[in-house]
Nanobody, 124 residues
Framework: QVQLEESGGETVQPGDSLRLSCTAS????????MGWFRQSPGEERRFVAN????????YYADSVKGRFAISRDNAKNTLYLQMNSLKPEDTAVYYC?????????????????WGQGTRVTVSS
């Protein structure tokens, strides 16, 4: 049974940094492309970032490019999202997701496995 568990979400102030983690089990983590998505109240789930199985390629939404960094540690079965210069509009529930390589990294429907999410609130 595949399980993805996010952690690290909390309430922070604008300009702060935060690192999210996602620990995977029940799958061969190193064979999966991993993504982060986020969902704000009343909005659809949106792509944030993706990293290929070997970490060789990364992809970002324009809204986070230059501020967020996705990384992975295949030895620890863990995915990370380093978020810097946080803004109020980054407030959302953040989800990690897993997919096999070769699928669109931007579409939530292309990810069969999802975590339960971790809440990030950016507020002064």
């Amino acid at each position: 049974q595949v399980q993805l568990e996010e952690s690290g979400g909390e309430t922070v102030q604008p300009g702060d940094s935060l690192r999210l983690s996602c620990t995977a089990s029940g799958l061969t983590f190193s064979r999966y492309s991993m993504g982060w998505f986020r969902q704000s109240p009343g909005e659809e789930r949106r792509f944030v970032a993706n990293i290929r199985w070997n970490g060789g390629n990364t992809y970002y939404a324009d809204s986070v490019k230059g501020r967020f960094a996705i990384s992975r540690d295949n030895a620890k079965n863990t995915l990370y999202l380093q978020m810097n210069s946080l803004k109020p509009e980054d407030t959302a529930v953040y989800y990690c997701a897993a997919q096999t390589d070769g699928r669109s990294v931007y579409l939530s429907d292309a990810y069969p496995y999802w975590g339960q999410g971790t809440r990030v609130t950016v507020s002064s």
